[in-house]
């Protein structure tokens, strides 16, 4: 059974920084791209930073390049989010998911992740 666990979230003032890590189980992990998506209450779930399997590709959503930085370690089976100089507008539940295999292209599209944490809260106060 594939598991995605979530840690780390919590509550933070603006300008700072915070680490989420998602220890996956129960899956090949070196083979499995992974991603960080966060809703906002109202808003779509929207892809924040993804890391292909290969390690040759990494994206960010343009609201957070230059803060936030996806990183993976395969030997612990976890793939982590440092983000930095957080903003009120980075308030959000954030979910991990991997996509066996999966290109960037793949990776774009909620919709086409095998498997999904419950999230995590990240809470950013003015």
């Known amino acids: 059974q594939v598991q995605l666990v979530e840690i780390g979230g919590g509550l933070v003032r603006a300008g700072g920084s915070l680490r989420i890590s998602c220890v996956a189980s129960?899956?090949?992990?070196?083979?499995?791209?992974m991603g960080w998506f966060r809703q906002a209450p109202g808003k779509d779930r929207e892809l924040v930073a993804a890391l292909i399997w290969s390690g040759d590709s990494i994206y960010y959503a343009d609201a957070v390049k230059g803060r936030f930085t996806i990183s993976r370690d395969n030997a612990k089976n976890t793939v982590y989010l440092e983000m930095n100089s957080l903003k009120f507008e980075d308030t959000a539940q954030y979910y991990c998911?991997?996509?066996?295999?999966?290109?960037?292209?793949?990776?774009?599209?909620?919709?086409?992740?095998?498997?999904w944490g419950k999230g995590t809260l990240v809470a950013v106060s003015t």
């Open positions: 998911a991997a996509a066996l295999g999966g290109s960037m292209d793949t990776m774009a599209s909620k919709y086409a992740m095998d498997y």
């Open positions: 129960g899956l090949t992990f070196g083979q499995a791209s």
